[in-house]
T-cell receptor, first 114, second 113 residues
């Protein structure tokens, strides 16, 4: 596709359930980011993938959060045993050397834990 | 710990007014970006500034990077309703470059006709 695609766009889940959020970056983009945004607030860094390098997981808030990127393309963010404080918009972004300083964001996955 | 503080948090003005949004930090950034985000969408990059003291203009928007590269400002001249949105600054630190952008707290702007 032309842009970063995320699914689902909205997800309501019960506390304690696991959720998976998917990100399809722009084709050919080697760098992929996950950020979390609470209602109307700034973005909180979660994890960064760059090519075949080890991901930077320093932003993951707890061991309930994990992410993987298969084949250097699609990424999945998994939240286990969801808590109400996990409710937020999860934003994926991608970038490549030829895009310079420009990071392209998807529209986000809005997660509500009830 | 929030490394980038933006002010004001909220701004409601009339069409045609001027405004300035500030982005401040005690840390030095190698470069700084400004984004605009509209409801239901991801942030969209407006500008990147990389040199201390740099000023960039984008139509009615003027961006400035502080001399010490710790702060930045966004000035909008003659605001229009289409400028409404959440404005975010984001800094790149040292050798991590754009690996881990640090985002500011955000400024929500509402421009009324």
């Amino acid at each position: 596709g032309a842009g970063v695609s995320q699914s689902p766009s909205n997800k309501v889940t019960e506390k304690g359930k696991d959720v998976e959020l998917r990100c399809d970056p722009i084709s050919g983009h080697t760098a992929l980011y996950w950020y979390r945004q609470s209602l109307g607030q700034g973005l909180e860094f979660l994890i960064y993938f760059q090519g075949n390098s080890a991901p930077d997981k320093s932003g993951l808030p707890s061991d309930r959060f994990s992410a993987e990127r298969t084949g250097g393309s699609v990424s999945t963010l998994t939240i286990q045993r969801t808590q109400q404080e996990d409710s937020a918009v999860y934003l994926c972004a991608s970038r490549t050397a030829s895009s310079g300083n420009t990071i392209y964001f998807g529209e986000g996955s809005w997660l509500t834990v009830v | 710990t929030q490394l980038l503080e933006q002010s004001p948090q909220f701004l409601s003005i009339q069409e045609g007014e001027n405004l300035t949004v500030y982005c401040n930090s005690s840390s030095v950034f190698s470069s700084l970006q400004w984004y605009r985000q509209e409801p239901g969408e991801g942030p969209v990059l407006l500008v990147t500034v990389v040199t201390g003291g740099e000023v960039k203009k984008l139509k009615r928007l003027t961006f400035q990077f502080g001399d010490a590269r710790k702060d930045s400002s966004l000035h909008i001249t003659a605001a229009q309703p289409g400028d409404t949105g959440l404005y975010l600054c984001a800094g790149a630190r040292g050798n991590t470059g754009f690996q881990k952008l640090v985002f500011g707290t955000g400024t929500r702007l509402l421009v009324s006709p």
